[in-house]
């Protein structure tokens, strides 16, 4: 299945998430903890030497150089090279009758790690992430003992050297899957798969596939499709495949497809949302008519001897769910309105008065919003056609004017109020878009933006 909505990270995007992990890793590294190391070893003509290096502290664990590479059909792998460490700690050596201890300054330089890192999704849609690979080599250890004899340091540093190195190329990989584990996948978790929009409806932004890796991205592909909190039903069109342009310039691109925005329509078509009343306490001032039969028995004339000076309610309701198209010059739509004009007698009860079939072409302008997608659509031509009247025969087109004015002034802002508080992007916590970008391709609107990560 095509997905509906495309996330597209670029080696920018990747850069500077980089950045992030690589500050925290760095933090993680510097509080690990190392074994006390403890041993012997014998020294011809001397004997036996016991030893012991206690109270190790990792004082600074530095990543002055590192890189994230994107591996095609495999995932990601970061580079670290030129790494170093510092540590303190205490020592003991024991020699027949000699005792002897004190401190010691340990810098682990040229420290090399790789980490190779697998990106899949779980069975709820949501992405993961876990290290299928990682290896460090360090080159070079240097240590500077206080104390007497230095003659038995140095052989006593030789003694412990490899076993030091060893205990911190393994000690740094643990630390690293821990972290990938505790902090990278919970974040990547924080991804709404399914997003509450309002009382009616929620968008699902599973994932259809694990996170596939290119040449030049990581792309993401996403059901994105909106769905009635009330009754999941399916939607009866498939996605079309999004023919993604090579932009490279934002950190992250987003790829909403016109089934993405079509299953909207399908979704609060079928929660009976699409159904809007309009009475006369809502029109505004400045509008110097009201809704009642006295108005319309100009275009009417049998309102007049039928309900008398009655006031009128209209109710439109959309037949079927809109369909909308998007191409090079935008997204536009062309729905079809039902409107029942109804005359509100003395008891308040509804008497139907006539039904009538409104069409109009619509465009919509789109942006990005705090991370939703907002819209706000312009009316242009519209068309009136009577489906069934029950007092009598009249000319449609004398009422065009007045339901213009009903439909701009009236419908129209609440309509972009509801698009003004927009539809959410699928983002995980903390991130904010900028330099957002708008284009339009063939069946799908493509969203380009830079991220700022707020860290807690």
Not at 95 to 104: A, E, L
Not at 368 to 389: A, E, Q, T, W
Request: net charge neutral; proline share 6%.
């Amino acid at each position: 299945t095509n997905p509906g909505f495309v996330v597209r990270i670029t080696q920018t995007g990747l850069d500077y998430a980089h950045q992030q992990g690589i500050t925290v890793l760095e933090k993680e590294l510097a509080q690990l903890k190392l074994p006390d190391i403890s041993g012997d070893f014998r020294i011809r003509h001397v004997g036996k030497v016991q030893y012991e290096i206690s109270r190790l502290d990792l004082r600074s664990f530095h990543l002055p150089y590192s890189r994230i590479s994107l591996v095609p059909n495999v995932g990601l792998q970061v580079s670290i090279s030129n790494a170093f460490a510092e540590v303190d700690g205490n020592w003991r050596v024991k020699i027949h009758f000699i005792r002897d201890h004190g401190s010691f300054d340990l810098k682990v330089e040229n420290v090399y790690i790789k980490i190779n890192l697998k990106l899949g999704s779980d069975a709820s849609g949501k992405p993961t992430i876990d290290t299928s690979d990682c290896s460090t080599r360090i080159s070079k250890v240097g240590v500077h003992f206080s104390g007497k004899f230095g003659w038995l340091y140095n052989l006593f540093y030789s003694a412990i050297e490899s076993r030091f190195r060893k205990i911190l190329e393994s000690k740094v990989c643990e630390n690293v899957v821990t972290s990938v584990r505790s902090e990278l996948q919970p974040y990547l978790q924080t991804l709404p798969v399914t997003a509450r929009i309002d009382a009616k409806a929620g968008i699902d932004y599973s994932l259809v596939a694990p996170p596939t890796a290119t040449a030049q991205s990581l792309d993401v592909d996403l059901k994105g499709e909106f769905f009635s909190l009330d009754h999941r039903s399916t939607v009866p069109f498939p996605p079309l495949a999004l023919a993604f342009p090579p932009d490279h310039d934002r950190m992250v691109y987003f790829g909403a497809s016109s089934y993405f925005f079509n299953t909207a329509g399908f979704a609060y078509h079928a929660a009976g949302a699409l159904v809007f009343e309009i009475t006369d306490s809502m029109i505004p001032k400045g509008i110097d008519f009201h809704l009642n039969t006295s108005t319309f028995s100009a275009f009417v004339p049998q309102l007049e001897k039928m309900y008398p000076d009655m006031l009128m309610k209209l109710r439109l309701s959309a037949p079927s769910a809109p369909f909308l198209n998007i191409g090079p010059g935008g997204l536009s739509l062309k729905p079809v309105v039902d409107i029942q004009a109804y005359a509100i007698l003395p008891d308040s009860s509804l008497a139907p008065l006539f039904l009538l079939s409104l069409t109009s072409n619509v465009s919509a302008v789109i942006d990005v919003k705090s991370g939703h997608i907002v819209g706000n659509l312009k009316v242009g031509r519209m068309k009136l056609s009577l489906k069934h009247s029950d007092v009598g025969t009249f000319q449609v087109r004398t009422l065009q004017s007045i339901m213009n004015i009903f439909a701009s002034s009236i419908l129209l802002p609440r309509l972009n109020d509801r698009l003004d508080q927009g539809f959410p992007l699928p983002l995980p916590d903390r991130i904010q878009l900028s330099n957002i970008l708008v284009r339009f391709h063939p069946n799908f609107l493509l969203l380009g933006a830079d991220v700022h990560y707020q860290p807690q």
